[in-house]
């Protein structure tokens, strides 16, 4: 897989090829219109580097340029203001003083050991990209070219993981207790838990666990929160009794899911919750919400090398949400 970049007038071709491009491992992310594309990972700390390749198409054509660069860039994009971008990272080389083009040239360019603190995102509200910008500087008009890459941010094993035990019930009518065995799970993991039905007054005909996702977007009063259920797992259907207890086993992998990430940049927030919701006989829904902390585990060679990150935040708190009654 290389990097083939477009048309760009008749003048000139701009391709980017990485260094490293035979090699380097591929992800793939959603774009904002659903589609996925593919594109090289990176993580923290890595290089990029490689060749800038511009094709002169007609021959006996000059482009004369102001310079030519190329520039490494993390950004982040709100939806709803796409005009207004921000940019956390941006790297610049420049590869050529001003002069003109007649036939084809390549630059090698290498930004050494490059800071990349937060994870490709694309959500319902805000997009966090980082890519390659190659810009042929003109007097009247650039030509610009850009080429997205993909990082991802890898952490070790918590050093503390506790589980999640929770007593929750309506006075004189439910009374159940629910356990979870950690609070921080990989993106690949297995959620596996109990609840225990100490109490049931009330006709309950359903409970399902569902794995909701809360995006965040802006700040204090302008702040936009996105809530999307990722998973729904069914625990059962029909009534509970008295000292039933019911095994919870949901499987992480198979879903379109990310790492938590709190306050990114202050400008977004994409944070996981677990939420137990039960629905008696009259339509009521009663729902217990706990956050959990997703993240992302480094695969297996590059643990070896000691490549990653130590994973540090609070406690996620658990929140209390009911249609009707609380629980």
């Not at 006996?60 to 921000?86: A, M, P, Y």
């Not at 918590?158 to 309506?170: F, L, R, T, W, Y």
């Not at 399902?208 to 729904?232: D, F, R, W, Y």
Request: charge should be neutral.
């Amino acid at each position: 897989m290389s990097f083939l970049g477009g048309l760009f007038g008749p003048v000139c071709e701009i391709d980017v090829l990485l260094n490293d491009a035979e090699t380097r491992k591929t992800a793939e992310l959603k774009t904002e219109d659903g589609k996925v594309e593919k594109n090289y990972l990176f993580y923290d700390g890595e290089s990029v580097s490689g060749k800038v390749n511009l094709n002169v198409r007609q021959s006996g054509k000059r482009l004369e340029h102001q310079r030519i660069r190329i520039e490494f860039v993390g950004q982040i994009e709100l939806f709803s203001d796409k005009s207004n971008t921000h940019e956390f990272v941006n790297l610049v080389k420049e590869l050529a003083l001003p002069g003109e083009l007649t036939r084809n040239r390549s630059y090698d360019f290498e930004f050494m050991q490059v800071e990349k603190p937060y994870e490709s995102y694309v959500g319902a509200n805000v997009r966090l990209r980082y890519f390659l910008k190659v810009t042929i500087v003109r007097r009247l008009s650039d030509l610009v070219k850009e080429y997205d890459l993909i990082v991802h941010q890898l952490v070790t094993y918590p050093d503390v993981n506790n589980s999640i035990k929770m007593e929750v019930g309506i006075e004189d009518c439910l009374h159940i207790e629910f356990e979870y065995n950690k609070s921080k799970y990989h993106l690949k993991d297995v959620i596996v838990g109990k609840i225990y039905f100490l109490l049931v007054r009330i006709k309950i005909q359903h409970i399902e666990l569902q794995l909701i996702k809360k995006e965040m977007t802006g700040i204090g009063p302008s702040t936009t929160t996105e809530t999307e259920t990722v998973a729904k797992y069914e625990i059962m259907d029909g009534a509970p009794v008295k000292g039933e207890s019911i095994p919870i086993r949901l499987f992480l992998a198979g879903y379109d899911i990310t790492a938590t990430m709190r306050d990114v940049n202050k400008k977004f927030s994409a944070r996981y919750f677990l939420n137990l919701a039960l629905v008696d006989e009259e339509d009521r829904r009663y729902f217990k919400q706990q956050e959990i902390v997703l993240w992302r585990k480094a695969p297996e060679k590059i643990r070896k090398r000691n490549f990653h990150q130590r994973y540090e935040s609070p406690e996620p708190r658990p929140t209390l949400t009911a249609e009707q009654p609380e629980m």
